[in-house]
């Protein structure tokens, strides 16, 4: 079950967070929020490509975590400490994403935003679990080749 959770479900969950990302930048760069009223300035250049960066980050974050749970060759190719790693960060990045997700469904009133927000939650969670399992069974792997 865990095992069908990890290598199948989840990285094909990473990969629709990187989708969903993506079509966020996308609509935020064609429909750019109506400012017209309000005293606006441009933000610096630096802001912008610090903006792009961390964004290429997350989504080589996800998209590599999702090759290292998802394809075999990927993951016995890979240094195990690299996947540790790989694999901790994003897992602690899912469980900020949950825990932003649930204060922002506690912190309003029920309705299509809470149905949303609750599965953002269970999605990043079960990123995190999938994550931390991985991580587990290389420490364990790690363990019984230092016994042998």
């Known amino acids: 079950m ?3 959770l990890s290598r199948r479900v ?3 969950l990473l990969l629709l967070q990187v989708t969903y990302l993506a079509l966020m ?3 935020f760069t064609v429909l750019p929020p109506d400012t ?3 005293d606006h300035t441009d933000a ?4 912008a490509m610090l903006y792009v960066a961390v964004t290429l980050g997350v989504v080589v974050a996800l998209a590599g975590a999702a090759a290292l749970l998802g394809l075999e ?3 016995t190719r890979s240094p195990r400490a690299l996947r540790v790693v790989w694999l901790t960060v994003v897992g602690l990045g899912q469980v900020a994403i949950a825990a932003k ?4 469904v506690l912190g309003q009133n029920p309705g299509p935003d809470t149905v949303i927000g609750s599965g953002m939650v269970a999605v990043a969670l079960c990123v995190a679990a999938a994550c ?3 991580v587990r069974s290389a420490f364990h792997v790690m363990g019984r080749n230092a016994h042998a």
């Open 2 to 4: 865990t095992s069908a």
């Open 44 to 47: 610096p250049a630096v802001d």
């Open 10 to 12: 989840v990285p094909v």
């Open 36 to 38: 017209a009223e309000l």
């Open 132 to 134: 931390a399992v991985e």
């Open 73 to 75: 060759k990927a993951r």
């Open 101 to 104: 997700a649930l204060v922002t």
């Open 25 to 27: 930048n996308v609509a």
